[in-house]
């Protein structure tokens, strides 16, 4: 079975910061892009931020310059270094593995989701 396991989520003040993992097992991970999504209350799930099989890594303009991502192939486990929190970032955030296939379409796997609270 494949399995996406986030942590590391949790209350925290305007400012601080957090780090979240994703544990995966059940595929080569290291063929996988690995991305974090997020969803507040009330708003459609949006993409964060990815880190692709080679390297590359790309985010979303409302945390760069404040939010990291990072893997350990070694360790079957993605990383988000999430720093200068805003209230705004409270959210579930989603750990997900992508596969590309012939034609463009993709197979997507999913974390259960870990919350994040920044607030006072």
């Known amino acids: 079975q494949v399995q996406l396991v986030e942590s590391g989520g949790g209350l925290v003040q305007p400012g601080g910061s957090l780090r979240l993992s994703c544990a995966v097992s059940?595929?080569?991970?290291?063929?996988?892009?690995m991305g974090w999504y997020r969803q507040a209350p009330g708003k459609q799930r949006e993409l964060v931020t990815i880190i692709t099989s080679v390297g590359s890594t790309n985010s979303a303009d409302s945390v760069k310059g404040r939010f990291t991502i990072s893997r350990d192939n070694a360790k079957n486990t993605v990383y988000l270094q999430m720093n200068s929190l805003k209230p705004e970032d409270t959210a579930v955030y989603y750990c997900?593995?992508?596969?590309?296939?012939?034609?463009?379409?993709?197979?997507?796997?999913w974390g259960q989701g870990t919350q994040v609270t920044v607030s006072s």
């Open positions: 997900n593995a992508r596969r590309t296939i012939s034609g463009g379409y993709y197979i997507d796997y």
């Open positions: 059940g595929i080569i991970f290291s063929l996988y892009d």
